[in-house]
């Protein structure tokens, strides 16, 4: 099965910036490209939330409000790891982070494989 391993979170002030990365491994061999990959954020008693996402079919990236403008989806297939550069941190991004993958073609089908989160606190 695909494993999915978060690493890079940790304390940093409001206004800091901070790049997680996910690496994926897989027996079979497939190169992280071939699923649907998204990053994704709980915090704690709250509902985890899509951040962005990059569709297997047409390669295309979303991003939810959360994200958009301040964090960007990096990705490095032939390492088969995907960042996620966080700039402009504020206090209410406190959350695990989480990478994941899906088969489905598109976002919009959900994710098959999770990591297990990386915490990223947000404090002076």
């Known amino acids: 099965q695909l494993q999915l391993v978060e690493s890079g979170g940790k304390l940093v002030q409001p206004g800091g910036s901070l790049r997680l990365s996910c690496v994926a491994s897989?027996?079979?061999?497939?190169?992280?490209?071939?699923?649907?990959i998204g990053w994704f954020r709980q915090a704690p008693g709250k509902e985890r939330e899509e951040l962005a996402c990059?569709?297997?079919?047409?390669?295309?990236?979303t991003y939810t409000e959360s994200a958009l403008g301040r964090f960007t989806f990096v990705k490095n297939i032939l390492q088969n790891t995907v960042f996620l550069q966080m700039n402009n941190l504020k206090p209410e991004d406190t959350a695990v982070y989480y990478c994941?993958?899906?088969?489905?073609?598109?976002?919009?089908?959900?994710?098959?494989?999770w990591g297990k989160g990386t915490l990223v606190t947000v404090s002076s």
């Open positions: 994941a993958a899906g088969t489905g073609g598109y976002c919009k089908y959900g994710m098959d494989y």
């Open positions: 897989e027996a079979s061999g497939r190169r992280f490209d071939y699923y649907t």
């Open positions: 990059i569709s297997r079919s047409d390669n295309s990236i």
